[in-house]
Protein backbone atom coordinates (compact mmCIF):
# COMPACT_ATOMS: atom_id res chain seq x y z
CA UNK A 1 0.00 0.00 0.00
CA UNK A 2 2.82 2.57 0.43
CA UNK A 3 4.64 4.27 -2.22
CA UNK A 4 1.30 6.79 -2.64
CA UNK A 5 -0.01 9.63 0.30
CA UNK A 6 -2.83 11.63 -0.22
CA UNK A 7 -4.18 14.59 2.51
CA UNK A 8 -6.23 15.16 4.05
CA UNK A 9 -8.16 12.38 5.05
CA UNK A 10 -11.00 14.29 5.66
CA UNK A 11 -11.84 17.62 4.20
CA UNK A 12 -14.74 20.25 4.76
CA UNK A 13 -15.27 23.50 2.64
CA UNK A 14 -18.10 26.41 2.66
CA UNK A 15 -19.63 26.89 -0.34
CA UNK A 16 -17.68 29.34 -2.30
CA UNK A 17 -14.06 28.45 -1.08
CA UNK A 18 -11.65 26.33 -3.39
CA UNK A 19 -10.02 23.74 -1.76
CA UNK A 20 -6.07 21.92 -2.64
CA UNK A 21 -6.14 18.35 -2.32
CA UNK A 22 -2.56 16.59 -1.99
CA UNK A 23 -1.17 13.54 -4.06
CA UNK A 24 2.30 12.60 -3.51
CA UNK A 25 4.09 9.42 -4.86
CA UNK A 26 7.89 7.99 -4.42
CA UNK A 27 7.47 5.45 -7.38
CA UNK A 28 8.87 7.03 -9.80
CA UNK A 29 5.89 6.90 -11.89
CA UNK A 30 5.34 9.34 -14.43
CA UNK A 31 1.62 9.12 -14.70
CA UNK A 32 -0.72 10.50 -12.35
CA UNK A 33 -4.76 10.70 -12.31
CA UNK A 34 -7.22 12.16 -10.10
CA UNK A 35 -10.72 10.06 -9.64
CA UNK A 36 -13.85 11.08 -8.16
CA UNK A 37 -15.87 8.52 -6.53
CA UNK A 38 -19.59 8.55 -5.99
CA UNK A 39 -22.01 5.75 -4.74
CA UNK A 40 -22.94 4.08 -7.70
CA UNK A 41 -20.64 5.49 -10.35
CA UNK A 42 -17.70 3.43 -10.07
CA UNK A 43 -14.45 6.05 -10.36
CA UNK A 44 -14.53 8.91 -13.27
CA UNK A 45 -11.84 10.43 -14.77
CA UNK A 46 -10.93 14.19 -13.37
CA UNK A 47 -7.47 15.02 -14.86
CA UNK A 48 -4.28 12.79 -15.75
CA UNK A 49 -1.09 13.63 -16.36
CA UNK A 50 1.77 11.56 -18.40
CA UNK A 51 4.59 13.59 -17.44
CA UNK A 52 5.98 16.79 -15.59
CA UNK A 53 4.42 20.32 -16.79
CA UNK A 54 1.71 18.43 -19.08
CA UNK A 55 -1.99 17.03 -18.39
CA UNK A 56 -5.02 16.54 -19.75
CA UNK A 57 -8.80 16.64 -18.71
CA UNK A 58 -10.62 13.70 -18.26
CA UNK A 59 -13.97 13.08 -17.93
CA UNK A 60 -15.34 15.59 -15.61
CA UNK A 61 -12.83 18.26 -15.48
CA UNK A 62 -15.09 21.01 -15.50
CA UNK A 63 -14.83 22.73 -12.14
CA UNK A 64 -11.09 21.49 -10.92
CA UNK A 65 -7.84 22.14 -11.83
CA UNK A 66 -4.20 20.43 -11.38
CA UNK A 67 -0.41 21.21 -11.93
CA UNK A 68 2.27 19.06 -11.93
CA UNK A 69 5.39 20.81 -11.31
CA UNK A 70 7.21 17.93 -10.13
CA UNK A 71 7.01 14.22 -10.55
CA UNK A 72 6.13 13.11 -7.46
CA UNK A 73 3.23 15.23 -6.86
CA UNK A 74 -0.42 16.54 -8.50
CA UNK A 75 -2.36 18.44 -6.48
CA UNK A 76 -6.24 19.01 -7.42
CA UNK A 77 -7.84 21.78 -6.78
CA UNK A 78 -11.52 21.80 -6.82
CA UNK A 79 -12.70 25.25 -7.17
CA UNK A 80 -15.92 27.16 -6.24
CA UNK A 81 -17.77 26.69 -9.95
CA UNK A 82 -17.89 22.86 -8.58
CA UNK A 83 -21.16 22.55 -8.36
CA UNK A 84 -21.54 19.54 -6.21
CA UNK A 85 -17.80 18.77 -5.20
CA UNK A 86 -18.91 16.29 -1.90
CA UNK A 87 -17.20 13.27 -2.99
CA UNK A 88 -14.73 10.44 -2.44
CA UNK A 89 -11.40 11.71 -4.68
CA UNK A 90 -8.90 9.25 -5.64
CA UNK A 91 -5.32 9.59 -6.79
CA UNK A 92 -3.66 7.15 -8.64
CA UNK A 93 -0.14 6.73 -10.26
CA UNK A 94 1.87 4.19 -12.91
CA UNK A 95 4.42 3.83 -15.11
CA UNK A 96 3.95 4.67 -18.48
CA UNK A 97 2.10 2.35 -21.35
CA UNK A 98 4.75 0.13 -22.62
CA UNK A 99 4.54 -1.09 -26.04
CA UNK A 100 0.99 0.43 -25.92
CA UNK A 101 -0.01 -1.74 -22.88
CA UNK A 102 -1.03 0.15 -20.26
CA UNK A 103 0.13 -0.87 -16.60
CA UNK A 104 -1.15 -0.94 -13.52
CA UNK A 105 -2.60 1.44 -11.84
CA UNK A 106 -1.50 2.27 -7.62
CA UNK A 107 -4.27 4.45 -6.09
CA UNK A 108 -3.68 6.67 -2.89
CA UNK A 109 -5.90 6.11 0.25
CA UNK A 110 -7.88 8.69 -1.01
CA UNK A 111 -9.67 11.97 0.40
CA UNK A 112 -13.42 12.76 1.68
CA UNK A 113 -14.57 16.13 0.94
CA UNK A 114 -17.71 17.50 2.16
CA UNK A 115 -19.18 20.46 1.18
CA UNK A 116 -20.92 22.32 4.08
CA UNK B 1 -14.78 7.68 -25.56
CA UNK B 2 -15.21 3.82 -23.71
CA UNK B 3 -18.42 3.31 -21.96
CA UNK B 4 -18.00 0.51 -20.20
CA UNK B 5 -20.91 -1.12 -18.48
CA UNK B 6 -20.99 -3.30 -15.04
CA UNK B 7 -23.60 -6.12 -13.90
CA UNK B 8 -24.91 -6.79 -11.49
CA UNK B 9 -24.66 -3.92 -9.19
CA UNK B 10 -25.26 -6.04 -5.76
CA UNK B 11 -24.39 -9.57 -5.34
CA UNK B 12 -24.72 -11.50 -2.67
CA UNK B 13 -23.55 -15.71 -2.25
CA UNK B 14 -23.25 -17.85 0.32
CA UNK B 15 -19.57 -18.86 1.55
CA UNK B 16 -18.13 -21.96 -0.86
CA UNK B 17 -20.22 -20.60 -3.52
CA UNK B 18 -19.41 -19.23 -6.79
CA UNK B 19 -19.41 -15.35 -7.83
CA UNK B 20 -19.24 -13.96 -11.63
CA UNK B 21 -19.38 -10.12 -12.22
CA UNK B 22 -19.96 -9.61 -15.47
CA UNK B 23 -18.95 -6.35 -17.73
CA UNK B 24 -19.53 -5.24 -21.49
CA UNK B 25 -17.52 -2.28 -23.46
CA UNK B 26 -18.02 -0.08 -26.49
CA UNK B 27 -14.75 0.70 -27.92
CA UNK B 28 -13.73 -2.35 -30.11
CA UNK B 29 -9.94 -1.21 -29.82
CA UNK B 30 -9.68 -1.61 -26.10
CA UNK B 31 -7.49 -3.89 -25.29
CA UNK B 32 -6.33 -4.31 -21.69
CA UNK B 33 -9.09 -4.76 -18.71
CA UNK B 34 -7.88 -4.65 -15.27
CA UNK B 35 -10.08 -5.75 -12.26
CA UNK B 36 -10.14 -3.91 -8.61
CA UNK B 37 -11.34 -4.91 -5.38
CA UNK B 38 -12.26 -2.18 -3.12
CA UNK B 39 -12.73 -3.46 0.55
CA UNK B 40 -14.53 -1.03 2.85
CA UNK B 41 -12.67 1.58 3.88
CA UNK B 42 -9.67 0.99 1.92
CA UNK B 43 -8.71 1.87 -1.67
CA UNK B 44 -8.64 -0.03 -4.66
CA UNK B 45 -6.29 -2.60 -5.78
CA UNK B 46 -5.20 -4.55 -8.72
CA UNK B 47 -6.76 -8.37 -8.53
CA UNK B 48 -6.00 -9.50 -11.76
CA UNK B 49 -5.87 -7.81 -15.55
CA UNK B 50 -6.68 -9.46 -18.88
CA UNK B 51 -5.19 -7.68 -22.16
CA UNK B 52 -6.94 -8.65 -25.56
CA UNK B 53 -4.58 -11.50 -26.99
CA UNK B 54 -5.77 -13.83 -24.39
CA UNK B 55 -8.89 -15.61 -23.71
CA UNK B 56 -8.70 -16.59 -19.97
CA UNK B 57 -6.33 -16.11 -17.39
CA UNK B 58 -6.84 -17.40 -13.72
CA UNK B 59 -5.05 -16.86 -10.48
CA UNK B 60 -5.91 -19.25 -7.40
CA UNK B 61 -9.39 -18.66 -6.64
CA UNK B 62 -10.11 -15.80 -9.25
CA UNK B 63 -10.16 -16.25 -13.28
CA UNK B 64 -11.00 -13.78 -16.01
CA UNK B 65 -12.84 -14.22 -19.44
CA UNK B 66 -12.56 -12.05 -22.54
CA UNK B 67 -14.82 -12.41 -25.64
CA UNK B 68 -13.25 -9.55 -27.90
CA UNK B 69 -16.02 -10.71 -30.41
CA UNK B 70 -19.22 -10.04 -28.05
CA UNK B 71 -16.81 -7.36 -26.30
CA UNK B 72 -17.47 -8.28 -22.72
CA UNK B 73 -15.34 -10.07 -19.84
CA UNK B 74 -16.17 -11.28 -16.56
CA UNK B 75 -14.78 -12.23 -13.43
CA UNK B 76 -15.41 -15.57 -11.39
CA UNK B 77 -14.20 -16.15 -7.94
CA UNK B 78 -15.03 -19.70 -6.90
CA UNK B 79 -15.08 -20.80 -3.26
CA UNK B 80 -15.77 -17.58 -2.05
CA UNK B 81 -14.85 -16.35 1.56
CA UNK B 82 -15.89 -14.05 4.01
CA UNK B 83 -12.58 -11.98 2.74
CA UNK B 84 -14.02 -11.57 -0.58
CA UNK B 85 -16.53 -9.34 -0.06
CA UNK B 86 -15.93 -6.05 -1.23
CA UNK B 87 -17.09 -3.54 -4.52
CA UNK B 88 -15.42 -5.04 -7.20
CA UNK B 89 -14.39 -2.71 -10.64
CA UNK B 90 -13.96 -3.90 -13.77
CA UNK B 91 -12.35 -1.54 -16.22
CA UNK B 92 -11.19 -1.17 -19.29
CA UNK B 93 -8.32 1.00 -21.83
CA UNK B 94 -7.27 1.45 -25.23
CA UNK B 95 -4.02 0.82 -27.15
CA UNK B 96 -1.62 3.68 -26.22
CA UNK B 97 -4.13 5.05 -24.17
CA UNK B 98 -3.21 6.17 -20.64
CA UNK B 99 -6.99 6.46 -19.27
CA UNK B 100 -8.91 3.32 -17.86
CA UNK B 101 -13.15 3.63 -18.15
CA UNK B 102 -14.44 1.86 -15.16
CA UNK B 103 -17.85 0.15 -14.47
CA UNK B 104 -20.10 1.77 -11.88
CA UNK B 105 -18.95 -1.43 -9.57
CA UNK B 106 -20.41 -4.06 -8.02
CA UNK B 107 -21.06 -5.48 -4.17
CA UNK B 108 -20.46 -8.66 -3.66
CA UNK B 109 -21.27 -10.15 0.14
CA UNK B 110 -20.59 -13.48 0.99
CA UNK B 111 -22.95 -14.62 3.62
CA UNK B 112 -21.19 -17.13 5.83
Known amino acids: DGGITQSPKYLFRKEGQNVTLSCEQNLNHDAMYWYRQDPGQGLRLIYYSQIVNDFQKGDIAEGYSVSREKKESFPLTVTSAQKNPTAFYLC???????????????FGPGTRLTVL | GENVEQHPSTLSVQEGDSAVIKCTYS??????FPWYKQELGKRPQLIID?????GEKKDQRIAVTLNKTAKHFSLHITETQPEDSAVYFCAASGRGDYKLSFGAGTTVTVRA
Open chain 2, 27 to 32: DSASNY
Open chain 2, 50 to 54: IRSNV
Open chain 1, 92 to 106: ASSIPPVGGRLREQF
